[in-house]
């Protein structure tokens, strides 16, 4: 590594700097905010259709309905494929509750499968053994970015009658198999949160899909159950996408790939210094998978330690996720004991997510590799 000066030392490393993305996109942000403000359209409006024709285009499926956040869209893609009270849907453990929510907002029931240790996605060889009767669907999560292993899920989908669904909430522009995350299955949940690698400037979310009639369903159910003004055909929700979200998602949609290839070249710029370090190790890319690195995450028994370690120099790492899903209390009767997933609940004691972000300069990602290796050389 070259020499660091004393103020690169002291430079504070965010997760993720949305400010340094905003002042390379500045002019054209608020160019596409400023059409939004002219026309006055807020809710739904040209914006909107524009933004859900181009994403659709970009996953590679027909039909794209954006709304006001990943947690809507889990919940309606659910809601309006049929899954309620007395059904179960298999998922992981590992992942941002949302997952869950959108399960328990329909009234079923979350049934947890283990995850695949060098993955820490859902372990499809799991799933046959937590099927009963009322088995549903399953939810597989493209975790921390890396598209699930799709292919067997859809074997066990096809083979006991399961809806097969995406959370694809942090793989915008991942592959599987040559095909982007998002058109994998029946449909597809999706989080434009704004640290997300396709960020909006607040909550939004989309379900993509395929299915026309799915899509009609979900766009129905976002707007209180109405296709047209004051006709209700059925209980809905207000969960109506942000025009002025949209129009920035517009925008940042030109830069994802160019992005996505930038995450990917600090990622294996990160294994090339972090490579050989006793005690530390992270998660692996499968051979049928292409990440778009939305999280960089490692692992270390003294996890905690390391975190510590890290923002004493001013190098703001995290934890995705530091309680797994089945051990939170809000799953009610569907929660486990401690024990139940051993890979799932040893990983949460270990995981960290470095920091990532398109913007991070080598002299950054430097400073991040000598902090690890400095504190994994003493442990």
Same mark, same amino acid.
């Given at each position: /590594?070259?020499? !660091? ?7 504070? !490393? ?14 054209? /942000? ?46 309606? /893609? ?165 025009? !002025? ?37 992270? !998660? ?96």
């Amino acid at each position: /590594m070259k020499a !660091i000066s004393a103020a690169q030392q002291s430079e504070r !490393i965010p997760l993720v700097d949305l400010k340094a993305q905003y002042r390379v996109l500045a002019p054209e /942000m608020q160019k596409a905010i400023a059409e939004v403000l002219e026309t006055q359209n807020f809710i739904y409006g040209p914006a909107v259709e524009r933004f859900e024709k181009e994403f659709a285009s970009y996953i590679g499926v027909r039909h794209c309905v954006a709304l006001h956040s990943g947690t809507a869209a889990l919940w309606l /893609m659910l809601w309006a494929s049929g899954v309620g009270p007395g059904d179960e849907v298999i998922t992981t453990p590992l992942t941002f509750f949302a997952t869950v929510e959108g399960i328990l907002l329909c009234g079923a029931k979350p049934v947890f499968v283990d995850v695949d240790p060098r993955t820490l996605n859902m372990d499809a060889s799991s799933v046959e053994r937590a099927l009963s009767p009322r088995s549903k669907a399953l939810l597989p999560v493209h975790l921390y970015g890396q598209p699930a292993d799709m292919e067997a899920l859809r074997a066990v989908a096809e083979r006991r009658g399961l809806i097969l669904f995406e959370d694809a909430a942090q793989a915008a522009g991942s592959l599987y198999r040559g095909l982007k995350a998002g058109s994998l299955s029946r449909a597809a949940s999706f989080s434009f949160y704004p640290g997300k690698n396709l960020g909006a400037y607040g909550d939004a979310g989309a379900v993509l899909t395929d299915d026309a009639e799915l899509a009609a369903r979900v766009r129905r159910l976002s707007n209180h159950g109405s296709e047209r003004k004051n006709y209700h055909e059925r209980l809905g929700f207000n969960v109506r996408p942000s025009s !002025i979200q949209a129009a920035v998602l517009s925008v940042k949609l030109r830069y994802l790939e160019q992005w996505n290839e930038r995450r990917r070249a600090l990622a294996e710029s990160y294994r090339r210094l972090l490579g050989g370090l006793p005690g530390l190790s992270w !998660i692996e890319e499968s051979a049928h998978s292409r990440s778009n690195y939305h999280l960089f995450v490692v692992r270390h028994s003294r996890r905690d330690a390391l975190l510590e370690h890290l923002r004493g120099q001013g190098i703001e790492a995290d934890i995705h996720y530091p309680v797994a899903a089945h051990l939170q209390p809000a799953c009610g009767s569907a929660r486990l004991p401690a024990g139940s997933l051993p890979h799932a609940e040893k990983a949460v004691g270990e995981i960290l997510s470095l920091p990532l972000f398109p913007e991070m300069t080598q002299i950054q990602l430097e400073k991040v590799g000598r902090a690890v290796a400095g504190f994994c050389r003493r442990a």
